[in-house]
């Protein structure tokens, strides 16, 4: 009963504010002003009859002497007219002002949202947007071999032995084939990120965003935390220290397929007047044909949800990809490269090393 009693307070503050609107030009305080000057002077002449006398002087003179209109005019003393002019300016200059400004106060501020989409990069991406880089051919790739490294004659010796021995680190056969299944996942595909700023001077609460993607044929879609995957050449086995660094914090939001869409959901318990908040997890979206991301807010404060659309193109150039493309490192780096978000691989890399050199710095001081 409350909350259909202050629905329906809320749209009688809606209807009364379009009202004001549309009564209030911009030159509303001229109009008052006239209205009461126009009121004023009404008051006077029935006072002073001054104009009353001009009439009636302009009037005799063409058409002689007149008993009767001097009787009229020159006997009409009543000021109410006046007097209603004049209040009703100042009423209307104070419902204008005054009581829109009092209206606004009375009614209910509901937070303003900004959602936006970014890429791996942080830089924010238009609703119209296009994955970078290149979509990889494996048509003619035929059968990728083993990794087999090759030891010097001079590099077999005890301590490599026993090196090898403690450390239990054995060669990578499926180096070239996890190469391959890093193209296949990451050439053509594009990293995105959301954000939410709450735009507003109140504090929203229970906070639910919701990420649909059509399903088609082609269209993959996968949580990733912004870096590629590194390949090594060896497999540590060591059990001692042995850890997982594949989950670096914790998701709070997970992808789910149904049979026609990819559906997601983040949810926020509060987010701070002026506060924003940027997604750690990234969204890898490779796709063969066009799609669109429909993304929609609630929260306690909103009666409806607000709904942003982008609409997605996969990336337009194809590259042919055969086995030889992952024998050598610096051919590898260089596909990567090309056909990874116009060199997110190179600019990743450096950041990376960017980061362990601040970190290097800092331990040192």
Same mark, same amino acid.
């Given at each position: 009963m409350d909350s259909t009693f202050k629905s329906k307070f809320d749209q009688l503050l809606d209807v009364l504010e379009r009202i004001i609107s549309i009564i209030k030009p911009k030159t509303y305080n001229l109009l008052a002003r006239v209205v009461v000057f126009l009121g004023a002077g009404l008051v006077a002449e029935s006072q002073t009859q001054f104009l009353s006398f001009l009439f009636v002087a302009f009037i005799e003179y063409f058409f002689g002497t007149s008993e009767l209109l001097r009787d009229y005019l020159l006997t009409s003393s009543d000021p109410t007219i006046g007097v209603i002019l004049i209040f009703s300016g100042l009423f209307y200059h104070a419902i204008v002002t005054v009581g829109y400004e009092r209206l606004q106060l009375r009614k209910p501020i509901y937070p303003e949202f900004v959602l936006s989409l970014t890429n791996g990069d942080g830089e924010l991406i238009n609703n119209n947007f296009t994955i970078r880089g290149k979509v990889a051919d494996f048509k003619n790739i035929g059968t990728i071999p083993s990794y087999e490294p090759i030891e010097p004659e001079d590099s077999i010796s005890y301590l490599t032995f026993a090196n090898s021995f403690i450390q239990k680190k054995r060669p990578n056969r499926d180096l070239y084939r996890e190469r391959a299944k890093l193209l296949k996942e990451w050439a053509g595909a594009e990293l995105i990120c959301l954000k939410v700023l709450n735009n507003s001077e109140v504090l929203a609460t229970g906070i639910t965003i919701d990420i649909k993607i059509r399903n088609h044929e082609g269209l993959a879609v996968s949580y990733s935390d912004g870096n590629i995957p590194h390949i090594s050449k060896e497999i540590d086995d060591t059990l001692s220290f042995k850890h997982d660094h594949s989950v670096s914090y914790q998701r709070n939001t997970r992808w789910f397929l149904s049979r026609d869409f990819f559906?997601? @959901? %983040? *949810? %926020?318990?509060?987010?701070? /007047? +002026?506060? @924003?908040? !940027?997604?750690? *997890?990234?969204? %890898? &979206? +490779? /796709?063969?044909? +066009?799609?669109? &991301?429909?993304? @929609? %807010? !609630?929260?306690d404060q909103l009666s409806e949800a607000i709904t942003f659309s982008y609409q997605g193109t996969p990336a337009s150039e194809t590259l042919n990809i055969t086995s030889d493309d992952f024998l050598d490192d610096e051919r590898f780096e260089g596909l990567c490269s090309d056909l990874i978000m116009d060199g997110y691989y190179d600019r990743l890399r450096e950041k990376q090393l960017l980061e362990a050199a601040e970190m290097i710095k800092q331990w040192q001081d």
């Open positions: 559906s997601s @959901s %983040l *949810e %926020l318990e509060r987010l701070r /007047a +002026k506060e @924003s908040y !940027h997604c750690e *997890e990234c969204t %890898l &979206i +490779k /796709a063969s044909e +066009k799609f669109e &991301i429909i993304v @929609s %807010l !609630h929260c």
